[in-house]
Every structure is written in structure tokens, then in C-alpha cells.
């Protein structure tokens, strides 16, 4: 019985792989921009309050618009950060970012329209985006959280804010439009609105 030592492929002198550096003005403006489309959404659905069951309004579209610019601000920075991790949950970012095009899309089409009922094929396969969108929001919140590239409370508040959708329908449930829009309005504020100043006034990262 013999053995042999076989030379290692891996160099220590070799560069190690790690994320790109935080961009501080990029992080900066997607924060400002998180926040706000969180606050003018969050405000525009506690005036428009059980209106939007009788049909589209305008309010409620516009302010739409200025949130989903704003998560995609977000989704853009994790998705240039790889905050997502480097192996295949690289392309949840990347699919978020098709998604919430896709929401943009639907509300800048609607405008017009009475109804979500009177779409046509086109537009009812775009609102879609919409779910789907906040679906995948929960889903890179886990990602980023499991990753813990992110640290302390922005670790967190991703995952939390991607729990907006099914805590609203939960609350749509047992609670009825008006208690869903209140929560809806609180939730977007302590998690998407939070996370976007955290990240507007800390753009770089810590361990805060």
C-alpha cells in the first residue's frame, strides 16, 4: 500500500472571489427612492381606501408607479452587489427586475380603463406582475437573508418587506378591505420605507 501527496490546484497567493463594493451614490438614490415610492403608496391607498374595489384610480396608479420605481431601484443595487449570493440565486434579482418592469408597464397602461375587467389579453397577462412581483420580493428577502452578506437590521427588513403581500392578504381574509388597507399602509411603511432610509442615510455597509 502506497500513498502519494497530490499538489493542491488552490493557490493562496490567488485573488479570492468576493461581491463588487457598494456604489454609496447608486445605494443612496435607490434608498431615497424606495422610501419615498413606500410612504407616496402607502398614503395613496389610505385615501383611496375601499374606492379601489369599485375599479382603477388614479391615485392609486401613480403611486403604484413611485413604488415599483423604487424597488426596483433596490432590486438593481442587490442584483450589481450580487447581495443575493454568487451561485444561482444570482438570477432572482434578475428576474425581479423583468416582474417589476412588467408591474410599471401595467399601471402606465391602465390609465383609461374603468375596471381591471376590461383590460384585454395583453394587459391581464401584465398584471400577473404584479403577484408575481411580490412573490419574488419574499423570495429574495430570503435570499439575502440566508446569504447574510447584509448585516444587522438590512439583513432583515428585505425579508420582512417581501412578507407585505401575503400579511395583506391575510389581513384581506380575516380583517376585510378597509382593516387590509391600514395594514397594508403600516407594512409598507415600517419595512420598505424603513429599509429605504436606512439605506439612504448608510449606504455603505456595517454591521449596524
Request: with cysteine.
Amino acid at each position: 500500500m502506497s500513498s502519494r501527496i497530490v499538489p493542491s490546484n488552490v493557490n493562496p497567493a490567488d485573488p479570492v472571489a468576493t461581491p463588487p463594493p457598494a456604489n454609496p451614490a447608486r445605494t443612496r438614490i435607490a434608498g431615497i427612492l424606495l422610501a419615498i415610492g413606500a410612504t407616496a403608496w402607502a398614503i395613496g391607498t389610505v385615501i383611496v381606501g375601499d374606492k379601489i374595489q369599485e375599479g382603477i384610480q388614479t391615485l392609486d396608479t401613480i403611486t403604484g408607479m413611485l413604488f415599483v420605481v423604487g424597488l426596483f431601484a433596490f432590486v438593481w443595487t442587490v442584483m450589481a452587489t450580487r447581495g443575493a449570493g454568487d451561485g444561482w440565486t444570482r438570477i432572482i434579482p434578475a428576474g425581479l427586475l423583468v416582474l417589476l418592469s412588467g408591474a410599471f408597464l401595467l399601471n402606465a397602461l391602465s390609465f383609461g380603463y374603468a375596471r381591471h375587467d376590461d383590460f384585454p389579453l395583453p394587459l391581464m397577462i401584465l398584471d400577473a406582475c404584479w403577484p408575481l412581483g411580490q412573490l419574488g420580493m419574499l423570495v429574495l428577502g430570503i435570499a439575502i437573508a440566508v446569504r447574510g452578506r447584509s448585516q444587522g437590521a438590512n439583513r432583515w427588513l428585505p425579508l420582512l418587506a417581501g412578507m407585505w403581500f401575503p400579511v395583506t392578504m391575510v389581513a384581506q381574509i380575516f380583517g376585510g378591505s378597509t382593516v387590509s388597507v391600514y395594514v397594508s399602509a403600516a407594512w409598507l411603511l415600517a419595512t420598505h420605507a424603513h429599509l429605504g432610509l436606512r439605506l439612504a442615510l448608510h449606504p455603505t455597509p456595517s454591521n449596524r
